[in-house]
Nanobody
Framework: QVQVVESGGGLVQAGGSLRLSCAAS????????MGWYRQAPGKQREMVAT???????NYADSVKGRFTISGDNAKNTVYLLMNSLKPEDTAVYYC????????????WGQGTQVTVSS
């Protein structure tokens, strides 16, 4: 069974940086798309950034220019480098891995808390 595990969250001051990591395991078949989503208290979960197996990236407007998503296909791992963090970036960040086709899967991690203090 495919699982994804996030790491790297924490508390940082505004203007600081954090790097999140997400490793997928349990399948020899790599994900087609991996991404990061976040959910702040009282708000819906939103897409932050995604990356395809072909290294095509997509970002939410609110993080463009500040966040960078990258991946290691061989390790089935994705990273999110977050720079110039703002208090409004505070949320639980979730990793998602999707594989389409016959051996498809769509899995979520347990989430990692990112808190940005002003």
């Amino acid at each position: 069974q495919v699982q994804v595990v996030e790491s790297g969250g924490g508390l940082v001051q505004a203007g600081g940086s954090l790097r999140l990591s997400c490793a997928a395991s349990g399948s020899t078949l790599s994900a087609n798309v991996m991404g990061w989503y976040r959910q702040a208290p009282g708000k819906q979960r939103e897409m932050v950034a995604t990356i395809s197996s072909g290294d095509i990236t997509n970002y939410a407007d609110s993080v463009k220019g500040r966040f960078t998503i990258s991946g290691d296909n061989a390790k089935n791992t994705v990273y999110l480098l977050m720079n110039s963090l703002k208090p409004e970036d505070t949320a639980v960040y979730y990793c998602n891995a999707v594989r389409t086709g016959v051996f498809r899967y769509n899995v979520w991690g347990q989430g990692t808390q990112v808190t940005v203090s002003s």
